[in-house]
């Protein structure tokens, strides 16, 4: 044996029965295919449970199957508001801007003013009886809160109203149904 094979002692430091003698040293990972699997597989595991919790909130709001419940919030007075006019008021939190469109005597429609298409701000065209967005052209109808022109393909959320005391209350927003 050549001098380079043997330790200090002259001795092999163990038996060469195979070429893959040198592979495993003191102190180095042992790291295969088999565990770097194991490891990848465990690691999605962890990261599938650590968003269970997010997904079933997602779940829940995209379903509806939990009821969200709002305050009730006065808009304006009845007899601040003549048969055409328009009001805007934030519901259901202090950024989520609205409109109140009052129709007839007794008829009052309020929708989330932020077009379903960019979110861009949604106005009253009384000339028209229309509600717009300036920024491509879409048109709802004030009645149903549904696109009648331009990109949005989806109706406006529905502020839920009641009259009482001689005042208009918002009290909830209707879903989005399919």
């Known amino acids: 044996m050549d001098q380079e094979q043997k330790g200090k002692n002259g001795q092999i430091p163990f038996p060469e029965d195979n070429y893959t003698h040198n592979i495993r040293k003191l102190g180095e990972r042992k790291l295969d295919r088999r565990g770097f699997m194991k490891m990848m597989v465990g690691a999605a595991g962890v990261f599938a449970v650590s968003t269970l ?52 005597q007794n008829e009052y429609k309020a929708y989330q003013n932020a077009c379903t298409h960019l979110k861009c701000p949604v106005f009253w065209s009384k000339e028209d009886g229309e509600l717009l967005c300036p920024c491509h052209h879409g048109m709802f109808d004030v009645h149903t809160g549904k696109p009648i022109a331009g990109p949005p393909k989806r109706p406006l959320p529905e502020v839920l109203l009641k009259t009482e005391n001689g005042a208009v209350y918002a009290t909830g927003v209707k879903r989005y149904e399919t």
């Open 53 to 104: 919790p997010w997904g079933t909130i997602a779940f829940n709001e995209l379903t509806g199957i939990k009821k969200k419940s709002y305050e009730a919030k006065k808009i304006a007075d009845v007899s601040a508001l003549k048969v055409g006019d328009a009001i805007e008021f934030s519901y259901p939190g202090e950024h989520d801007s609205a409109l109140l469109v009052r129709l007839g």
